[in-house]
């Protein structure tokens, strides 16, 4: 089951829209479904997803104001229970201790937050943690210019394979890592 993991787009306030390369890939019937961090910032954005998937889940970043999405949620998919946040509410944004009090409290096998810019994934006591970077690779507070990305999680049975992906310097990267439930 493959589940794209999406957001922190800014567009139009901080970006054009998503990389070329990014497109190309992003292709309808391929994917069964989407989870956004946010700051989507327009309805033209959320529609795109929906063009991608009938199952879009998205929450509220700080720069949404035209949809109103939930500031958090959590979806069940296959044997995970995966939840979702914008990340702007963890104080300090990012941070590895404050995103594990909020996993224990929505009681989640992974947690999906944005809101830094930057991709990021790791494991802590045995829950897996992804933060899928932007996707238009729109600057932030915390950096003038990120690296555009996004995450695609195969999901089967106990084990979530993710592949990243990242559009750097004219190049498409993809790397892999593994997460299985314990």
């Not at 497109?23 to 959320?46: A, D, F, M």
């Not at 044997?79 to 702007?88: K, Y």
């Not at 970077?133 to 555009?148: D, F, K």
């Not at 195969?154 to 314990?182: A, F, G, P, R, W």
Request: proline share 4%; aromatic share 10%; hydrophobic share 35%.
């Amino acid at each position: 089951m493959l589940v794209l993991v999406i957001g922190d787009f800014h567009i139009p306030y901080r970006s054009h829209g998503l990389p070329k390369r990014f497109k190309s890939l992003l292709v309808p019937g391929k994917i069964q479904h989407i989870l956004s961090t946010g700051n989507l910032c327009n309805k033209e954005t959320y529609d795109f997803l929906k063009t991608l998937a009938n199952d879009v889940h998205a929450v509220r970043g700080d720069f949404d104001d035209v949809i109103d999405f939930p500031e958090q949620k959590i979806v069940t998919v296959g044997q995970f229970r995966i939840g979702l946040t914008h990340g702007h509410q963890i104080v300090p944004w990012g941070d590895k201790e404050s995103l594990t009090m909020l996993q224990r409290q929505l009681d989640v096998d992974v947690l999906i937050t944005g809101h830094t810019h930057q991709f990021e994934a790791f494991e802590e006591d045995n829950k897996f943690f992804i933060n899928p970077g932007s996707a238009t690779g729109a600057y932030s507070p915390l950096r003038h210019s990120s690296t555009p990305s996004f995450v695609l999680m195969d999901i089967q049975t106990s084990t979530i394979t993710i592949y990243i992906y990242k559009y750097l310097e004219n190049e498409l990267k993809v790397e892999k890592m593994e997460y299985s439930k314990k």
